[in-house]
């Protein structure tokens, strides 16, 4: 069984137009929510082998306060630039590479790709799950998909089963 955890930034700020949008950092509200969502993570016992996250600097502050809140750290953690505003082509290829002993990955990303690659990966789960994550995948945001495959490389289009999906605003 494989385990892929995505996980969108928490909300950015925007109070700097001069910014380049990879170094946008995070609003109040997303530093309040990570933690949050981190904490959830924890409790469910959701704490990944591997982290692959986008080098934006939303998405470091992000892990960095979801990191805070589990009871130790995974034993990798990759910052890829390849993973900012990625298409899902690109983070199922870079999935496709992710060797065993990882049987759990936390891929922390970006819109519009995160949706659109739970989306493509999801073949079955439960109802309310399944419209939550079809609907809108907003900041903050965490679905977990279940494979059953021995290796990251046999992911595929609907191999996987939607365990949850959970926005910090559910787990105020």
Same mark, same amino acid.
């Given at each position: 069984?494989? %385990?892929?955890?995505?996980?969108? *930034? ?26 949050? =969502?981190?904490? #959830? ?9 591997? &982290? ?6 939303? %998405?470091?502050? %992000? @892990? !960095? ?6 009871? *130790? %750290?995974?034993?990798? =953690? ?25 049987? *759990?990955?936390?891929?922390? $990303? *970006? ?7 739970? @989306? ?8 309310? $799950? ?6 809108? #995948?907003? !900041?903050?945001?965490?679905? &977990?998909?279940? #494979?059953? @495959? ?11 089963? @939607?365990?949850? #999906? &959970? !926005? ?5």
């Amino acid at each position: 069984m494989l %385990t892929l955890s995505l996980l969108r *930034h928490a909300k950015s700020s925007w109070s700097d137009p001069e910014l380049d949008d990879h170094e946008r950092p995070l609003a109040k509200r997303g530093i309040k929510d990570a933690p949050r =969502i981190g904490r #959830f993570m924890a409790a469910a016992k959701l704490v990944p082998d591997l &982290v692959l996250c986008s080098g934006a600097v939303r %998405t470091r502050a %992000t @892990l !960095t306060l979801v990191l805070a809140e589990l009871p *130790h %750290t995974p034993a990798e =953690i990759l910052y890829e630039e390849d993973l900012y505003l990625a298409a899902p082509a690109a983070m199922l290829a870079r999935l496709s590479k992710v060797k065993l002993p990882a049987r *759990h990955v936390l891929m922390v $990303g *970006h819109n519009p790709g995160l949706q659109a690659l739970a @989306l493509e990966l999801t073949g079955e789960g439960a109802r309310k $799950g399944l419209a939550g994550l079809a609907g809108k #995948f907003p !900041t903050g945001a965490l679905a &977990v998909i279940d #494979f059953d @495959l021995g290796s990251w490389s046999a992911l595929r289009a609907a191999s996987g089963r @939607l365990r949850l #999906f &959970v !926005t910090p605003r559910r787990l105020a």
